[in-house]
């Protein structure tokens, strides 16, 4: 059975592949400003680091020595800053340990330097996420 007129045109259009179009990709801003780098000195991180042990061993402490603090949301809140203090001093200690490997003041193998920045990140990613958790459950508590 022969396919005529409007209806040739009609499946000679749905046959078709259409062209090959070339792979989009954004345009290059070649006479735009560069972006600029920020440079935060190391010490400012050491210091911001060694505050945050400082207030969230505070907070631990407080919590484990009043007895009016002992009930499940000051409990909840006590392990908001335990978690808080692991992402805390695993910033201070990567923070510390950088800048004298790359000054040469620490000698370390390369795989050791690798299995220590990757200890610090499982560190402070699962600090990070336990943090998530009873951030939650002090919502949920509330």
Known sequence: MSVQGPQRRLLGSLNSTPPATPALRPPTNQTGPQCLEVSVPDGLF??????????????????????NLHSPMYYFIGCLAASDLLVSVSNV??????????????????????????AIDVLMCGAVVSSLCFLGAIAVDR
């Open 46 to 67: 050491l210091c911001l680091g060694l505050v945050s042990v400082l207030e969230n061993v505070l907070v631990v402490a407080a919590i484990a020595k009043n007895r």
């Open 93 to 118: 200690l990567e923070t510390a340990v950088l800048p004298l490997l790359e000054a040469g003041a620490l000698a370390a193998p390369a795989a050791v330097v690798q299995q220590l920045d990757g």
